[in-house]
């Protein structure tokens, strides 16, 4: 093996580690999801039927990486049934925080009926260094619960 096979591997990891999701549970941390950037969701605390909740889905730059602000940074949730509004396309001007540092987004949502209601979405953002910018589309899950009164 030479070293340009070696930094082809090396690369095509590094694009894998890029591409993998993070779902929800209790606050997570934020977690190495590449080189470039850590992604993080954070589910919800519970509420009563009828509650609004609300998940922490969060990028932060890393590795000398910046968010790109130029880029139109959104994110596209799909509700399942029993939840309001059944979808929402949040731009970055709705992100609860949106700077060089951090991405921040806290999409709410109506609990129409109780139990546990599992969401998706998608994510697409860039983080960049001086020298090369990199687009990404990350799909982000939780779930959100609620009780009946």
């Known amino acids: 093996m030479g ?4 930094l082809q591997l090396l690369l095509m990891l590094g694009l894998v580690a890029a591409c993998s999701t993070k779902s929800n549970g209790p606050a997570q941390p934020v977690t190495p999801s590449g080189p470039s950037f850590a992604l993080s969701v954070e589910a919800p605390p519970e509420v009563k039927v009828g509650g609004e909740s609300a998940p922490s889905i969060r990028v932060v730059p890393r590795g000398g990486y910046k968010v790109n602000m130029e880029y139109p940074t959104k994110l596209q949730v799909k509700a399942p049934a029993g939840v ?3 979808e ?3 731009p970055k001007a709705k992100a609860a925080r949106h700077t060089e540092g951090e991405i921040l987004f806290k999409p709410a ?3 129409e009926s109780a139990g546990e209601h599992a969401f998706q979405g ?3 953002f860039s983080v960049c260094t001086k020298q090369q910018c990199e687009i990404k589309s990350e799909t982000v899950k939780w779930t959100a619960k609620a009780k009946a009164e």
């Open 88 to 90: 929402e396309t949040l």
């Open 122 to 124: 998608t994510l697409r």
């Open 109 to 111: 949502f109506k609990l």
């Open 84 to 86: 309001s509004p059944a």
């Open 3 to 6: 070293p340009r096979y070696l």
